[in-house]
């Protein structure tokens, strides 16, 4: 009987279908004027980008890989302050700057880059 249990459940592996590999996650702490990631290196592919203003003013971000001149921007919206928000999608291979476009804030510091590797 264990054999053929362990024998079938060997079967079921083959035969299943490969799943998807789970997204990257980064989190994103945004303060007055500064951002802090949860990791700076991430792998290609799917990823979840989450914002947490912890400050008093809200922010936004914006994705951008660096290099590319004609690049999609990815964003999250403004977020209020004691909120989370987030973005979804696929990150490139390369440096993705991230920054706060509300106006003055990346020039007074919300800027960062997140390696994709």
């Not at 990815?74 to 928000?85: D, F, I, N, Q, Y």
């Amino acid at each position: 009987m264990r054999r053929w249990i362990v024998g079938s459940s060997l079967f079921l592996a083959l035969v299943a279908p490969a799943q998807a590999a789970a997204p990257s996650r980064v989190l994103v702490e945004a303060t007055e004027f500064r951002f802090t990631l949860s990791r700076t290196t991430v792998r290609p592919g799917p990823a979840i980008v989450q914002l947490a203003i912890r400050g008093e003013d809200p922010h936004d971000l914006k994705l951008r890989p660096l290099g590319k001149v004609r690049a999609r921007i990815a964003s999250v919206p403004e977020t209020l302050p004691g909120a989370v928000a987030e973005w979804r999608g696929k990150l490139t291979k390369g440096k993705w700057e991230l920054y706060c476009s509300i106006e003055g804030h990346k020039r007074l510091g919300m800027r960062t880059v997140l390696n994709v590797r």
